[in-house]
């Protein structure tokens, strides 16, 4: 499970759990980011859960950085703003 909570304007608390295990994340999301990927047409935080959707499918939740800006998800992972914006 997937939970994304907004802690003040461009940051966000994500509390994932799977089999036994539960990790907490802050991630910053910036307006123009957020707009480029997503045309505004879904809200940030299911910007958001997919984005930890797309790193969840890469690597286990104890892998994925404890504090990052969205934006660093594309130094990892090439294919990931492609795929973010193939399925808003």
């Given at each position: 499970m997937i939970?994304?909570?907004?802690?003040?304007?461009?940051?966000?608390?994500?509390?994932?759990e799977e089999r036994g295990s539960r990790t907490e994340h802050t991630v910053t999301l910036d307006e123009e980011y957020?707009?480029?990927?997503?045309?505004?047409?879904?809200?940030?935080?299911e910007l958001i859960k997919r984005?930890?959707?797309?790193?969840?499918?890469?690597?286990?939740?104890?892998?994925i950085l404890s504090r990052f800006n969205l934006?660093?998800?594309?130094?990892?992972f090439p294919e990931f703003e492609e795929t973010i914006k193939s399925i808003r």
């Open positions: 939970r994304v909570e907004r802690k003040n304007g461009d940051e966000f608390l994500v509390v994932v957020y707009g480029e990927l997503t045309d505004r047409k879904i809200s940030k935080e984005s930890f959707e797309f790193l969840l499918a890469r690597e286990p939740e104890e892998s934006r660093v998800i594309g130094r990892y």
